[in-house]
Every structure is written in structure tokens, then in C-alpha cells.
T-cell receptor
Framework: NAGVTQTPKFQVLKTGQSMTLQCAQDMNHEYMSWYRQDPGMGLRLIHYSVGAGITDQGEVPNGYNVSRSTTEDFPLRLLSAAPSQTSVYFC?????????????FGSGTRLTVV | TQLLEQSPQFLSIQEGENLTVYCNSSSVFSSLQWYRQEPGEGPVLLVTVVTGGEVKKLKRLTFQFGDARKDSSLHITAAQPGDTGLYLCAGGSSTGGATNKLIFGTGTLLAVQP
């Protein structure tokens, strides 16, 4: 039972480079989201999706793109990496987009932009 | 913007002691969830409360949702070293339909010394 799988686990980028953080879930969850976690700031929502083909912005979307072509996958793209994007990124999913439904998180991607 | 403030930020106690962590907001939430996160891992759901005044118990952990659904508390009885971790509260916010965006608190880092 894989749950939510994030790759890579660690990544170092140079300023201006682009990359894609991968997220896949095998639970047939409808709702998926991306958060970033920074010291003292908790988890902040970047983008989310309520189903295949539907995405929307969260609290801190600038500099990131997402797409949801399948139920299983929700990749996060960094268009032109900046040092301010150094963070730990978490992908999360829940079985439907409704109030009170708990999230399953991946184990995170630690990204450093130099 | 909805905010969730947790207190205390850090807590170091001896095994066997009791403790309470608070999660407060000026906003009303449709639900409140608590997660525990260990180093290098994603948060893991502990409990969800959806009714004002609701109390849930999970072994030595007691969770309460405030009557006005603006605050919550987590009480641990006879803490053990295995309780060590980052505790995060998260408020469910529904806007314009069936969304399940979670607003996370800044976290309480608990260390239980043997």
C-alpha cells in the first residue's frame, strides 16, 4: 500500500532552473493538494485539485504551475527557481473534496535553490 | 485571511507529565483536524472534529473543538517519548462549494524526555 508517493526526496537547483516535483497516489482520491512548509510558518497551500482536469490556486501560487490529467498524478512545476522557493514540499490527498475529510500526506521533497 | 495560532510553540517535558496544546483563531471553521509530524516525514492525521463542543479521545490524547468552532485543544495525559513530534492543527474552510482546503497552524514542537 503505497499511499502518496513523492519524488524526488531531495533536490538542489540553481536559480533560474525549472523542475517538476512528482506526486502520485494509488487510493483513487479525488482531492489533491500541494503545500510548502517553512520554519515558523506552518504549511501553506500552493495549489489544489478537486478532480482530474480541475485545479485552483491556494495561498502562495506564484512561481508554481500544476496540472491534473489523471486522478492519480498531480505534478508541481517550478517555472524559474528562486532562493525564496527553498522549502519542504508536501503533496496531500483526500478521498473527496468535502468538509472534515482528513488528508494523507506524502513524505515530502526537500528543495534547496542556490 | 484565516489564521490559526498554536501555543506553545515549543514544549519540553518529562515522561509521565500532562500537557495541553492550544489552537486559536478569530475565524469560524467547518472542521478542525490535528496531525502529528515526525522528522523527515509528512503529517499524519490524528483526529477530525466537526461539531462545536465535540470531544474525542484517542488513548491518552483528548481533543476538543470549541463551542464557537474557532478554537481547539489537544491534551496528552502521561506523556511518553513516543509522543515526541510536531503537532499541527488544521481548520477546514469551505468556500463556494465542496472544497476541502485546510488552513494549518504554525505547529507545536513537543519533546518528551525519558
Amino acid at each position: 500500500n503505497a499511499g502518496v508517493t513523492q519524488t524526488p526526496k531531495f533536490q538542489v537547483l540553481k536559480t533560474g532552473q525549472s523542475m517538476t516535483l512528482q506526486c502520485a497516489q494509488d487510493m483513487n482520491h479525488e482531492y489533491m493538494s500541494w503545500y510548502r512548509q517553512d520554519p515558523g510558518m506552518g504549511l501553506r497551500l500552493i495549489h489544489y485539485s478537486v478532480g482530474a482536469g480541475i485545479t485552483d490556486q491556494g495561498e502562495v501560487p506564484n512561481g508554481y504551475n500544476v496540472s491534473r490529467s489523471t486522478t492519480e498524478d498531480f505534478p508541481l512545476r517550478l517555472l524559474s527557481a528562486a532562493p525564496s522557493q527553498t522549502s519542504v514540499y508536501f503533496c496531500a490527498s483526500s478521498y473527496f473534496a468535502g468538509t472534515g475529510v482528513g488528508y494523507t500526506f506524502g513524505s515530502g521533497t526537500r528543495l534547496t535553490v542556490v | 485571511t484565516q489564521l490559526l495560532e498554536q501555543s506553545p510553540q515549543f514544549l519540553s517535558i518529562q515522561e509521565g507529565e500532562n500537557l495541553t496544546v492550544y489552537c486559536n483563531s478569530s475565524s469560524v471553521f467547518s472542521s478542525l483536524q490535528w496531525y502529528r509530524q515526525e522528522p523527515g516525514e509528512g503529517p499524519v492525521l490524528l483526529v477530525t472534529v466537526v461539531t462545536g463542543g465535540e470531544v474525542k479521545k484517542l488513548k491518552r490524547l483528548t481533543f476538543q473543538f470549541g463551542d464557537a468552532r474557532k478554537d481547539s485543544s489537544l491534551h496528552i495525559t502521561a506523556a511518553q517519548p513516543g509522543d515526541t513530534g510536531l503537532y499541527l492543527c488544521a481548520g477546514g474552510s469551505s468556500t463556494g462549494g465542496a472544497t476541502n482546503k485546510l488552513i494549518f497552524g504554525t505547529g507545536t514542537l513537543l519533546a518528551v524526555q525519558p
